[in-house]
Each structure stands twice: as C-alpha cells, then as structure tokens.
C-alpha cells in the first residue's frame, strides 16, 4: 500500500487516509510535523483500481462515513476530521 512516512518522535503508529486537496487534511499532517510526531499517510485520491478499493475498505471500516481525514492511532482509536484536542489526548502531546 502507498503510505509515505513522515519521520519524527514515535507516539505510536499512527495512519492518516486523507485526501490530496483536502485542506483539513494539510492541517492534521501540519499539526503532527510542527508537533514533531512520526506518522505515515496515504492520500486516497491518488490511489488507483484495487489499491485504492482495498484501502477504501479499511477506512470505512473505522469511518463508514468515508470522510477525511481518518487518523487511526495504534489500531485501537479512530479520529475522524482535524481535531487538536483529541490529537493531543490520543498522542500524549
């Protein structure tokens, strides 16, 4: 699958599915680079045939709304949209 890894300090394993002109998304990768937390994202849009239905099926298992951005951290908890607050709680930052 197409995640690309942003480098920082390990809070976790934590997954972005979010969209390439999604400004809401461009915040959340923002926040945790500024924030200096390691992540990796995949921008769903850019995907393609199979690749793109199989990771369209695992966002919507966490999210059947299928919006984004979905941020799951540590395959136990799910945010749906940019929310500071929630990041902080979830990332201990």
Known sequence: MG????PGKNCGKVLIYALST???????KQFLKD????Y???DVDLLQGEEREKVVREVEKWNPSLSFPTIVINDAACI???????LRE???I
Do not use: P, R
């Open 3 to 6: 995640f690309t890894k942003v």
């Open 22 to 28: 999604c400004g809401w998304c461009k915040k959340t």
């Open 35 to 38: 924030n200096g937390v390691e």
């Open 40 to 42: 990796s994202y995949v």
């Open 80 to 86: 749906v949209g940019f929310d500071e607050k929630k």
């Open 90 to 92: 979830q990332l201990k």
